[in-house]
């Protein structure tokens, strides 16, 4: 077993993760011969492996649990803070992020999943298995641990590099490690999958690593080792940041695998002739051609409630509408033509206006990602209006006041003040009646798809000077998105590109990290819209209400932030591990 030292934590924070799965603990005499018992293991290490579904920890208690999908987008400018909310990450999202760390935590149970990796990895070519079954669960192992370091340096940079299960009485310096560089994290996840992805390409069971999983993992972590080069800089004696100077060499390297996974044979989901349908159903449709990697889900798992918490009111312990996009997040959907989203907020408050009127001509991604007033849903609409000009002039604002039977609130809105922005996440929701069976959902979660690729790809190959492949690549994802082809392209294009593409898939908080962008792009307010219905028109009066979270605990991310914290409880678990900088 894993030390305190090691970890960081107390022994009973990694016994109390052990000992959730029993194939979690495999002792010497376990017979590696027998391949039921080594896939049940590898198995055990995948379902820890929490992180695929949004990046939720799993560490904490029931509902921070379950809710940990909603964290990532939430602390992100995609979306604003939410009357009912189970996890409550705005205090990080509001400057709160300190020393004692509690954001995206992935420190413990990686490195109890790692070390049962190593051992996989160890003693598993020692059995009389067959070769080739033999070489496949080791890469899939290799894989997984690679996986795990990613999540792990993309949090706090450099970590302890551990390629060995350790005995207990391994030497100190084994047992209370130092932080291996940034750099050196980046180059062994990189590394592990040049050596293992050919002898993946027999892997074709759904679900388990694969080639193409492995070429997406490495173009994924080659891209931002790449960013944090060209826009980060190198702290405590190189433990953190990578050298400028070797911003191409990643970039080349993603480039490299998002150009291989196109040989795979993965393709853009383009099978529905209406845009929007088509793009919802890249998430609905399960095993389509752009699916690379995903956590499979089904109505029996506990923990996957994506419907539950997101989909429109009236729902259940008034859930629903937990995750509630700004306005800005509207308007970054083009037009369909290719004109700018931005709508004249000035312009709008004026008259009375029909959903036609204030959204027809948007690009089909915004109707596929978004709901908002009108949004059809299950055999009726999405009702958003608050407040209500009665026929006879009047605002009604009231939630009992009616005019001629026309309530002032819309069905959306059954607890108190619970208003919204306005929008809410179409994206992954199912309308089908068995959505909701016992409040769990049946999608399931993308870790890696091919829409992604490409825009890696668009952006790796802008960094290296490619600029019409950049173009081309982000025409593609276009063309299939149903908007005006772009005839140029540039950076702040391709960064506009993934955030409307990728939306709410978990990208957006760490693209504005390793772009070091995130001091001013995730500090800044964002606003709501509020529909008001004219009962004579049946159009709605619009109102703009900036500073949706609030002026006194606005958004607010800091330099320090672009690392979090290792903390004080692992510090002085083990005195060798570094802290990171500003905590």
């Given at each position: 077993?894993?030390?305190?030292?090691?970890?960081?934590?107390?022994?009973?924070?990694?016994?109390?993760?052990?000992?959730?799965?029993?194939?979690?603990?495999?002792?010497?005499?376990?017979?590696?011969?027998?391949?039921?018992?080594?896939?049940?293991?590898?198995?055990?290490?995948?379902?820890?492996?929490?992180?695929?579904?949004?990046?939720?920890?799993?560490?904490?208690?029931?509902?921070?649990?379950?809710?940990?999908i909603l964290n990532i987008?939430?602390?992100?400018?995609?979306?604003?803070?939410?009357?009912?909310?189970?996890?409550?990450?705005?205090?990080?999202?509001?400057?709160?992020?300190?020393?004692?760390?509690?954001?995206?935590?992935?420190?413990?149970?990686?490195?109890?999943?790692?070390?049962?990796?190593?051992?996989?990895?160890?003693?598993?070519?020692?059995?009389?298995?067959?070769?080739?079954?033999?070489?496949?669960?080791?890469?899939?192992?290799?894989?997984?641990?690679?996986?795990?370091?990613?999540?792990?340096?993309?949090?706090?940079?450099?970590?302890?590099?551990?390629?060995?299960?350790?005995?207990?009485?391994?030497?100190?310096?084994?047992?209370?490690p130092t932080r291996n560089?940034?750099?050196?994290?980046?180059?062994?996840?990189?590394?592990?999958?040049?050596?293992?992805?050919?002898?993946?390409?027999?892997?074709?069971?759904?679900?388990?690593?694969?080639?193409?999983?492995?070429?997406?993992?490495?173009?994924?972590?080659?891209?931002?080792?790449?960013?944090?080069?060209?826009?980060?800089?190198?702290?405590?004696?190189?433990?953190?940041?990578?050298?400028?100077?070797?911003?191409?060499?990643?970039?080349?390297?993603?480039?490299?695998?998002?150009?291989?996974?196109?040989?795979?044979?993965?393709?853009?989901?383009?099978?529905?002739?209406?845009?929007?349908?088509?793009?919802?159903?890249?998430?609905?449709?399960?095993?389509?051609?752009?699916?690379?990697?995903?956590?499979?889900?089904?109505?029996?798992?506990?923990?996957?409630?994506?419907?539950?918490?997101?989909?429109?009111?009236?729902?259940?312990?008034?859930?629903?509408?937990?995750?509630?996009?700004?306005?800005?997040?509207?308007?970054?959907?083009?037009?369909?033509?290719?004109?700018?989203?931005?709508?004249?907020?000035?312009?709008?408050?004026?008259?009375?206006?029909?959903?036609?009127?204030?959204?027809?001509?948007?690009?089909?991604?915004?109707?596929?990602?978004?709901?908002?007033?009108?949004?059809?849903?299950?055999?009726?609409?999405?009702?958003?209006?608050?407040?209500?000009?009665?026929?006879?002039?009047?605002?009604?604002?009231?939630?009992?006041?009616?005019?001629?039977?026309?309530?002032?609130?819309?069905?959306?809105?059954?607890?108190?003040?619970?208003?919204?922005?306005?929008?809410?996440?179409?994206?992954?929701?199912?309308?089908?009646?068995?959505?909701?069976?016992?409040?769990?959902?049946?999608?399931?979660?993308?870790?890696?798809?091919?829409?992604?690729?490409?825009?890696?790809?668009?952006?790796?190959?802008?960094?290296?000077?490619?600029?019409?492949?950049?173009?081309?690549?982000?025409?593609?994802?276009?063309?299939?998105?149903?908007?005006?082809?772009?005839?140029?392209?540039?950076?702040?294009?391709?960064?506009?590109?993934?955030?409307?593409?990728?939306?709410?898939?978990?990208?957006?908080?760490?693209?504005?990290?390793?772009?070091?962008?995130?001091?001013?792009?995730?500090?800044?307010?964002?606003?709501?819209?509020?529909?008001?219905?004219?009962?004579?028109?049946?159009?709605?009066?619009?109102?703009?209400?900036?500073?949706?979270?609030?002026?006194?605990?606005?958004?607010?991310?800091?330099e320090q932030n672009y690392?979090?914290?290792?903390?004080?409880?692992?510090?002085?678990?083990?005195?060798?591990?570094?802290?990171?900088?500003?905590?």
């Amino acid at each position: 077993m894993l030390t305190a030292g090691l970890l960081g934590c107390l022994p009973s924070c990694v016994d109390s993760v052990l000992d959730k799965k029993p194939l979690d603990i495999i002792s010497d005499d376990i017979v590696w011969d027998d391949p039921n018992l080594v896939d049940a293991y590898l198995a055990s290490q995948y379902a820890n492996t929490n992180i695929f579904e949004l990046e939720r920890s799993g560490d904490g208690e029931y509902w921070d649990n379950v809710g940990g999908i909603l964290n990532i987008g939430l602390i992100s400018d995609e979306s604003g803070n939410t009357a009912w909310s189970v996890t409550n990450p705005f205090r990080y999202k509001t400057g709160g992020l300190n020393i004692s760390g509690g954001l995206l935590e992935w420190w413990e149970r990686p490195y109890a999943i790692i070390r049962n990796l190593n051992v996989l990895i160890e003693k598993l070519p020692e059995s009389s298995g067959e070769p080739d079954f033999i070489a496949s669960r080791v890469s899939e192992a290799r894989f997984l641990r690679a996986f795990n370091y990613f999540a792990m340096v993309k949090r706090y940079g450099g970590v302890p590099l551990m390629t060995k299960a350790l005995p207990l009485d391994a030497p100190r310096e084994e047992l209370y490690p130092t932080r291996n560089s940034e750099q050196e994290i980046y180059d062994f996840v990189i590394s592990e999958v040049d050596a293992i992805e050919e002898a993946l390409k027999g892997t074709t069971e759904f679900g388990r690593s694969t080639q193409g999983a492995a070429l997406a993992l490495k173009c994924r972590a080659a891209l931002y080792a790449g960013s944090i080069a060209r826009f980060g800089t190198v702290q405590l004696n190189g433990l953190l940041g990578i050298p400028q100077a070797q911003a191409s060499t990643y970039y080349q390297k993603a480039y490299d695998a998002a150009k291989k996974i196109g040989e795979c044979g993965y393709a853009l989901y383009n099978a529905d002739e209406d845009k929007a349908v088509n793009f919802r159903n890249i998430f609905l449709k399960k095993r389509n051609s752009e699916i690379i990697f995903v956590e499979q889900h089904d109505y029996n798992q506990n923990v996957w409630r994506w419907g539950f918490f997101n989909c429109p009111k009236p729902h259940g312990y008034d859930a629903g509408m937990s995750t509630v996009p700004y306005l800005e997040m509207a308007e970054e959907f083009e037009y369909a033509d290719g004109r700018p989203g931005t709508l004249d907020r000035n312009a709008i408050q004026q008259g009375l206006w029909s959903m036609e009127e204030l959204w027809g001509g948007k690009e089909p991604r915004f109707f596929a990602t978004l709901y908002t007033n009108e949004t059809p849903w299950k055999g009726g609409y999405v009702d958003f209006h608050h407040g209500l000009i009665g026929g006879d002039g009047v605002l009604y604002e009231d939630k009992q006041q009616a005019w001629n039977g026309t309530p002032a609130w819309g069905n959306q809105y059954t607890g108190e003040n619970n208003f919204g922005t306005g929008f809410g996440v179409l994206k992954l929701l199912e309308e089908s009646s068995t959505e909701n069976i016992d409040e769990r959902s049946g999608t399931d979660c993308i870790v890696f798809r091919y829409g992604e690729v490409l825009l890696n790809l668009a952006e790796a190959a802008f960094e290296l000077d490619r600029i019409g492949e950049a173009l081309e690549a982000v025409n593609q994802i276009r063309d299939r998105a149903g908007v005006a082809r772009r005839t140029s392209i540039d950076r702040d294009a391709i960064r506009h590109e993934r955030k409307v593409e990728l939306a709410y898939e978990g990208h957006r908080y760490w693209d504005v990290r390793r772009w070091r962008i995130a001091v001013s792009e995730l500090s800044k307010p964002g606003s709501a819209l509020r529909y008001i219905l004219d009962y004579n028109t049946r159009k709605y009066k619009l109102q703009v209400l900036p500073d949706y979270d609030g002026t006194t605990t606005p958004p607010r991310f800091y330099e320090q932030n672009y690392y979090l914290p290792i903390t004080l409880t692992r510090t002085g678990a083990n005195p060798n591990l570094v802290e990171n900088p500003g905590y």
